[in-house]
Nanobody, 124 residues
Framework: VQLQASGGGLVQAGGSLRLSCVVS????????MGWFRQAPGKAREFVAR????????TYADSVKDRFTITKDNVKNKLDLQMNSLKPEDTANYYC??????????????????WGQGTLVTVSS
């Protein structure tokens, strides 16, 4: 399975960015997906996740009501719409996929496939 993330960049506080992740090599509808992020010197942390079928996502408290995760099983694409960005959102963002069931989808160790990361920098 290959994951290709894109959409990162430099934005001012209060601005918006949309990250995308394209998946190939596996039926997209068979994987649950998530976004994680890692700031310099910090551990990789959960941002958002969405089930195989798409629909409603689950979010970290720090991004709830600002970020929206969507999964398009026709276009094989995962998006993360990020609004009202804050300097503390600055990090490398990674998309991840898993075929596992009944796991903690907020735990990075539940995911088997990872994208290469896309850098988001929010200036104050």
């Amino acid at each position: 399975v290959q994951l290709q993330a894109s959409g990162g960049g430099l934005v001012q506080a209060g601005g918006s960015l949309r990250l995308s992740c394209v998946v190939s090599g596996r039926a997209f509808s068979r994987v649950a997906m998530g976004w994680f992020r890692q700031a310099p010197g910090k551990a990789r942390e959960f941002v958002a996740r969405i089930p195989r079928r798409g629909g409603s996502g689950t979010y970290a408290d720090s991004v709830k009501d600002r970020f929206t995760i969507t999964k398009d099983n026709v276009k094989n694409k995962l998006d993360l719409q990020m609004n009202s960005l804050k300097p503390e959102d600055t990090a490398n963002y990674y998309c991840a996929a898993t075929e596992r069931l009944y796991v903690d989808f907020t735990d990075k160790d539940s995911y088997d496939y990872w994208g290469q990361g896309t850098l988001v920098t929010v200036s104050s």
